[in-house]
């Protein structure tokens, strides 16, 4: 039971970041709950208890926007992403809902072929297990309080 | 003194080199970071309490901004009088005093050297002549000042206070933002692949606004079309542009064939985003203000920030972004806050932009030191006005620069 629960979270946490690295945006929202949340802060924010988002969204309508506005009006380099999720510590919460700890690193790929190291921390999240796994709550932490050029794919 | 000359044209050109060359980027540091000018170092609110500190730049120069035991705020040079190490290595906090790790020299609030470990020796042993005078080469200690919360820093005797250095122009527009005590939400870097210089004329820059960022146009948040200003003050230095709230229902760009214009049928599913209440009682919903050489302040809707240009080399720029709201803010109004946080920042809707196109000018002019850009919107006049299809605070950002580089 307990392997389970992992696996199916780690799953979650994989196939969340295949999305993003092979451009899947439009998918993006529906790893959440219809009124899951997903905010990106940085780890001295935090610490200071400063409420701060980097970006933050309340339910798939306002993630949808975010996807719609990268698609259709920001502009921004061409860029990838690769994301290395690693870390994952499961711990159960309560009827049907999961805590998730994890590391990540993101890389980020240029269309010149420049691939920097763009972000490393922790992702936090509540995650309800029924019918599927899904966020209903992803924080993504940020180490560094350092944004180089601009964030314009989640992470 | 550099050796330049600049375009016959005048202020309607810029060269090239102003951002590319390592001679300009040390005269700068000398002429105006480090010159007569007043660099934005911190909040008010980031010091709450006596003997808080906090650590930020002057240009190149690392400084501790203090405030001491009774309330009054200091600043002065990061760098210890001996050996010119870092004497305060957090970013924030509080301190009896400060220690340089290096051999333990300390420094008060106002970074006088305290003492110096050992001074006399131990046992008549050791120690510093009596007539050595390493107070000689203490940590450079600025002029300070503060308007409304923010806190500005000089090395300079000469320049004229704060107040003055702003000016009527633009003095009031500060004051129009920042009304109450703040209480900051945040802070973030945006590390820029560009000169700092670019950022500024970017952010000075009315007629870019609604073309580059492009969400600003579709949701019509900000046209040209919408009723605004700006305003330059007379040496060209500091500047201010403001939008109204209104609901613009034109199509200029539209029929102008616009790639910035509104596409049919997109609309946002969460307008929640935009909501704003107009706190500040005067139907304002945007005003960009920024102060030379480094200093921005926005109000964007509901979202407040100041932000911080720390030049770090010839082609590399970090801008600090503190966003605020006001110590009475509401639980609801804290929350508005927050969610428009999703306009600014290396995130935000409406000013992810500024870093890819400010880079992209710096890629742009590696084989052109010889060019110059040219900034005609409005002709060749540097004045405030009702038009924002203009460059003319652009131009004032140049007249200033070269003002105080004599070129």
Redo the contacts between chains.
């Keep these: 039971m307990e392997i389970e629960l992992q696996l199916a979270v780690e799953r979650l946490h994989a196939q969340y970041a295949h999305a993003l690295d092979a451009d899947r945006l439009e998918d993006w929202p529906n790893f959440f709950t219809e009124n899951g949340r997903y905010r ?1 802060a ?1 780890a ?2 935090e610490a ?1 208890g ?10 798939r ?2 993630m ?3 996807v ?2 990268l698609r ?6 061409p860029q990838r992403y690769r994301h290395m999720v690693s870390g994952v510590i499961v711990e159960p919460v309560s009827d049907g809902r999961v805590r998730s700890s994890a590391n990540f690193l993101v890389l980020r790929i240029m269309q010149g072929g420049d691939t920097t190291l763009f972000a490393s921390g922790r992702y936090l999240d509540r995650i309800v297990l029924a019918p599927e796994p899904l966020y209903e709550e992803r924080v993504v932490v940020c180490d560094s ?8 794919i989640p992470l | 003194m550099l050796e330049r000359s600049w375009p016959a044209e005048g202020v309607t050109r810029v060269p090239y080199w102003v951002y590319q060359d390592e001679d300009v980027y040390r005269e700068e540091q000398e002429r105006i970071f480090r010159g007569p000018a007043w660099s934005y170092l911190c909040l008010e609110a980031e010091l709450p309490e006596p003997k808080s500190f906090v650590t930020t730049f002057v240009g190149d120069m690392p400084v501790v901004v203090t405030r001491d035991a009774k309330g009054a705020l200091h600043a002065w040079e990061n760098r210890c009088a001996h050996r010119g190490a870092l004497v305060c290595m957090q970013p924030r906090g509080t301190a009896e005093r400060f220690t340089c790790i290096y051999h333990n020299w300390t420094y008060d609030h106002a970074g006088n050297l305290a003492s110096v470990a050992f001074r006399k020796g131990i046992a008549g042993k050791g120690g510093m002549p009596a007539g050595a005078r390493p107070e000689s080469q203490a940590p450079k200690q600025l002029r300070v000042s503060s308007i409304n919360g923010l806190v500005f820093g000089t090395l300079s005797t000469q320049v004229p206070a704060l107040e003055a250095y702003i000016g009527p122009e633009i003095l009031p527009r500060i004051g129009r933002v920042l009304k109450k005590p703040l209480r ?10 560009n000169n700092w210089k670019l950022y500024m004329d970017n952010v000075k820059d009315t007629y870019h606004a609604s073309l ?1 960022h ?2 600003f146009t ?1 949701f019509r948040i900000n046209r040209l079309t919408q009723k605004g200003g700006v305003f330059v003050s007379p040496d060209g230095a500091h500047h201010c542009t403001y939008t109204e709230i209104v609901d613009d229902q034109g199509d200029a760009y539209e029929k102008n064939g616009m790639r910035s214009a509104g ?1 049919q049928g ?1 609309a ?3 307008p929640e ?1 935009l909501d704003q209440v107009d706190e500040l009682g005067d139907g304002v919903s945007i005003q960009i203000l920024s102060l030379f050489p480094g200093f921005v302040l926005h109000q964007i809707r509901n979202s407040l920030a100041a932000r911080q240009v720390v030049p770090k080399g010839v082609g590399r720029t ?1 801008l600090h972004w503190t ?1 605020f709201g006001f110590a009475d803010d509401d639980e609801a109004m ?1 929350k508005r806050r ?2 428009q ?2 306009l600014v ?3 935000g ?1 409406i000013s ?2 500024d ?3 400010t ?1 992209f000018v710096q890629r742009g002019i590696a084989g052109s030191r010889d060019r110059a850009s040219v900034i005609e919107m409005g002709g060749a006049a540097i004045g405030s006005g009702d038009s924002r299809i203009t460059e003319t605070a652009v131009r004032g950002l140049w007249k200033a620069w070269r003002q105080y580089m004599q070129v």
Excluded: C, K, W
């Design positions: 990106i940085t001295e924010n200071r400063l409420p701060l988002p980097v970006l933050y969204a309340e339910g309508g306002m949808r926007d975010r719609q506005s259709h009006a920001n502009i921004y380099e309080r350092r944004f180089d050029t601009l964030l314009a | 900051v939400l945040g802070a973030y870097t945006q590390v820029l692949p580059l492009l969400f579709r596409s997109f946002l599913e969460s985003v970090e966003l804290t927050l969610l946080a999703n920042g290396p995130a809707y992810m932009e870093g890819a196109a880079g």
